[in-house]
């Protein structure tokens, strides 16, 4: 980004961090495990126990960053299993899908898991995490409450505003994605991610063959959006042109699987007048029966005794 540019961008941005205290902490479930099953190392599981390092990697995460921006309202989310993008995409499959069997397995104890500690959980058949998210920015933007969003998912930064934070593993730290750090790895600024992306593509989203992200953020910084692009095509090159020109389908898709529902059910504001409390006998039932003698045990040493069966409450 050229420091024009930057200069332009430091001034929109300044005072775009949240809160430290949020009302909403919504987890990515799938996305935090999927981070941790490779990376996280499982205590040797003992008396029959399973392996739950997916799980371990989720619940401390959850429990680290619960500590760093004292939410009021906990929520675990989750991709639903036919998703409408894949009505429009055949070949755009759940991340559900592309999981080994052990860590689906995993993923599929973290909803129950998490209702037994008090946590709110939400998942819609037909869309993805990043859907639900979009929902709830809309509607905290309509009360003025405060939203972070984990994931892993980079079409989230998207999201970013002064009430909403995107946290992000960076190698083995989850952290805040500032909007210096969207232009340095896409190029544009958050509100223009979703042009690059359907222009060079992005995980499931093909874009355009061999169109990179350079090039795209820099059409999409020169003529202010990707439909921009596509109405003034005869300023452009000879080459670069004709791939536009060719290949115009796969942008026209690649718009269509980038827009986000932000009408995907889920309601906060419901959320925030449910109190769950943390079952304590339950944890233990549910971890007995699954065999998660290892998550039981961290579980423990963060639930003193005077905590159990106490719901969350707004202080």
């Not at 755009?92 to 973290?110: A, C, D, H, K, T």
């Not at 223009?192 to 063959?209: Q, R, T, Y």
Request: aromatic share 8%; charged share 25%.
């Amino acid at each position: 980004m050229d420091p024009v540019a930057k200069e332009k961008l430091l001034r929109e941005v300044q005072g775009a961090k949240p809160q430290t205290a949020v009302d909403y902490l919504l987890l990515d479930a799938a996305s935090i495990a999927h981070a941790h099953f490779f990376s996280t190392r499982d205590p040797v599981p003992s008396g029959g126990d399973v392996p739950a390092n997916g799980i371990l990697g989720f619940y401390n995460t959850a429990q680290r960053l619960i500590a760093r921006f004292k939410p009021f309202r906990i929520i675990v989310a989750f991709d639903g299993r036919k998703l409408a993008r894949a009505e429009i995409y055949p070949g755009y499959q759940s991340r559900w899908r592309r999981f080994n069997p052990e860590l689906r397995r995993q993923v599929g104890l973290i909803a129950p898991l998490s209702l037994k500690l008090g946590w709110h959980v939400c998942v819609s058949d037909r869309h993805e995490t990043i859907d639900l998210a979009a929902s709830a920015k809309r509607q905290c933007g309509l009360d003025d409450s405060s939203m972070v969003f984990v994931t892993q998912d980079k079409r989230a930064v998207m999201l970013l505003e002064k009430n909403v934070g995107v946290v992000m593993r960076s190698h083995v730290i989850w952290d805040l994605v500032t909007h210096l750090d969207v232009s340095d790895e896409f190029g544009v600024l958050p509100s223009k991610v979703a042009d690059v992306i359907a222009l060079s593509g992005e995980g499931n989203i093909p874009g355009i063959f061999r169109l990179g992200r350079k090039t795209a953020a820099k059409l999409v910084n020169e003529f202010g959006s990707a439909e921009r692009v596509y109405e003034t095509l005869d300023k452009l090159h000879n080459h670069l042109r004709e791939k536009l020109e060719t290949q115009k389908a796969a942008f026209e898709l690649g718009r269509k699987l980038t827009r986000l529902d932000a009408l995907a059910p889920i309601d906060v504001a419901k959320i925030s007048l449910e109190q769950l409390a943390f079952d304590r006998e339950g944890v233990e039932r549910f971890c007995t029966i699954q065999k998660l003698g290892t998550v039981l045990r961290r579980i423990d040493a963060d639930y003193p005794l005077e905590l159990w069966n106490l719901p969350f409450r707004k202080s």
